[in-house]
């Protein structure tokens, strides 16, 4: 019913940047987080950045001050401002989303992928 929306990723060479973004659409209520996480081959996902509400933000610490996440207007679309990227970086970038589709009714939705590689 929440349908996440990825763009933005693709290959730079080691100190490059790209930005991420991630639409949600479908039956939104309300969002409580938006965040990025990444897999790289033969590793878990894990987190890289998430915000909370409108401006609460939380980091995971190899981003080391090298990412931004933040909201547009609309509070649907977050982006996820990269810099000085390293090939430690390159992963499969996942969107993911919680809040409600209706007043306690809750979702938990993720996005398909997209790939971002950073050659050295």
């Known amino acids: 019913q929440v349908q996440l929306a990825e763009s933005g990723g693709g290959s730079v060479p080691a100190g490059g940047s790209l930005r991420l973004s991630c639409v949600a659409s479908g039956t939104i209520f309300s969002i409580i987080s938006m965040g990025w996480y990444r897999q790289a081959p033969g590793k878990q996902r894990e987190l890289v950045a998430l915000?909370?509400?409108?401006?609460?933000?939380k980091y995971e610490h190899f981003v080391k001050g090298r990412f931004i996440i933040f909201k547009d207007s609309t509070n649907n679309t977050i982006h996820l401002q990269m810099s000085s990227l390293e090939p430690d970086d390159t992963a499969v970038y996942y969107c993911?989303?919680?809040?409600?589709?209706?007043?306690?009714?809750?979702?938990?939705?993720w996005g398909q992928g997209i790939q971002v590689t950073v050659s050295s």
């Open positions: 915000i909370v509400g409108a401006t609460n933000t």
């Open positions: 993911g989303a919680t809040g409600e589709t209706a007043p306690g009714v809750s979702f938990g939705s």
